[in-house]
């Protein structure tokens, strides 16, 4: 199996699920091992890069927010040319880039990436959602690399059962991989590192 470099990785995702939540713990879990990049999609501002930066995720130059303006989901999938165009930057300033997370703007659960701007795809829903979220399908859902079920905290809050999400997302996804996570405390980040691990052969530390 022949690894692209840097690997491209979409995390899409319903706004509000942990998608900036899910890129901050695995630039904070990744960056001391890998050479790696941040390019986020907002509809008309850079909130998310920002955040990141000012949450030491990477030094600035290391993560693009890029406007997509209008619908988000055209920006990483009919017409991916600005996030492409944001990947060559990065590339010309670091060429020995090792891991590049894509992170879209909240999109919905048809929402999917370009096999032109990523290799693997994570998506990224959560519990305050619902437990009926994983059996709406979906690309997302059905088809992402992996799934993460994210906020399971807040599972006796709304009601969900952990118990009939699980059910239901392999029902949904056969052997495709799925996490339970609460990325606010860590839970989970281990699970999804060992996959980047083992399904796409990153060379990350355990």
């Avoid at 690309?139 to 599972?155: E, F, M, Q």
């Amino acid at each position: 199996m022949i690894i692209p470099r840097p690997l491209k990785i979409g995390i899409g995702g319903p706004v509000g699920s942990g998608k900036t939540a899910l890129t901050e713990a695995l630039c904070l879990r990744l960056r001391d091992a890998l050479d790696m990049a941040v390019i986020t999609n907002d509809i008309y501002t850079k909130e998310d890069a920002e955040f990141l930066v000012r949450r030491g995720a990477l030094v600035p130059e290391r993560v693009v927010g890029v406007e997509t303006g209008g619908c988000p989901h055209t920006a990483i999938r009919e017409d991916a040319s600005v996030n492409l165009e944001a990947v060559h930057g990065l590339l010309e300033r670091f060429p020995g880039l090792d891991l590049l997370l894509i992170e879209s703007g909240g999109d919905n659960l048809a929402a999917t990436f370009s096999p032109e701007l990523v290799d693997a795809t994570i998506y990224v829903i959560d519990v305050a959602g619902g437990e009926k979220i994983p059996r709406k399908g979906g690309p997302g859902i059905t088809r992402s690399d992996l799934l993460v079920i994210n906020k399971i905290d807040l599972a006796p809050h709304v009601g969900a059962d952990l118990g009939v999400m699980e059910r239901d997302a392999r029902q949904q996804r056969g052997a495709r991989p799925f996490v339970f996570t609460n990325l606010r405390t860590g839970d989970g980040v281990d699970a999804i590192v060992a996959w980047l691990r083992k399904d796409l052969l990153l060379a990350v530390p355990a």
